[in-house]
């Protein structure tokens, strides 16, 4: 195989990964508020009724792209925020996409592995905490590096992220995890510990 054939099998399963990730992302927000159903991959998800909200998660997911296919994203996160702008829950997926591997691997295998993250998204209502309803949520991406400033407008739209980080560790969730070529993907959530929430509690005027 050529390097040529080699980067368009690479950019197969990125793609696969990030329209993926768009309909995941929804998923997660809809188990905080109420969403439309349609089909993907042959199964019932969710899709955003608001057009705004349908544009920021199509953009966030699509926008990936470049920076997966280069292997530059380490991690994809949904972040739910308290009234304070404190991270309160995050639903993480770590990826890895090994391109050398990919033009082995079908379409069609590739979509079996990831809807059973899909499955296991929709029944994961009892792991999520009730959220207040003055909270808000982000989409943040973890990099191995940086892209060069001024190589392409693939990092236009991207910023760097001032969410506050816990000062403990996380109590961690597994979720689902898939490891196998070329795709080796991991979901889990994370909440912050028991002595951290407690901290942020206010108390009741």
Request: proline content about 6%.
């Amino acid at each position: 195989m050529n390097p040529k054939d080699e980067n368009q099998s690479g950019g197969d399963v990125a793609r696969t990964l990030v329209e993926f990730l768009e309909v995941a992302i929804t998923m997660i927000v809809s188990l905080k508020a109420a969403f439309e159903r349609r089909r993907y991959m042959n199964m019932v998800v969710q899709r955003a009724r608001h057009p705004e909200l349908r544009d920021y998660i199509h953009s966030a997911a699509s926008g990936l792209l470049p920076f997966v296919e280069k292997g530059l994203v380490e991690r994809v996160a949904v972040v739910f925020f308290s009234e304070d702008n404190v991270s309160v829950e995050r639903f993480i997926f770590k990826l890895m996409i090994n391109t050398s591997c990919a033009a082995s691997v079908e379409e069609g295998q590739l979509e079996f592995a990831l809807k059973s993250f899909l499955i296991k998204l929709s029944v994961s209502k009892s792991l999520v905490k009730p959220l207040p309803q003055s909270c808000r949520w982000e989409v943040t991406a973890y990099l191995r590096s940086l892209p060069e400033v001024g190589s392409s407008k693939d990092g236009e739209q991207w910023i760097p992220t001032d969410t506050k980080q816990w000062q403990k560790p996380p109590v961690i969730t597994p979720v689902k995890s898939l490891n196998s070529e070329p795709l080796c993907l991991q979901l889990y959530l994370e909440h912050a510990s028991f002595s951290e929430r407690h901290n942020l509690v206010k108390p009741n005027q």
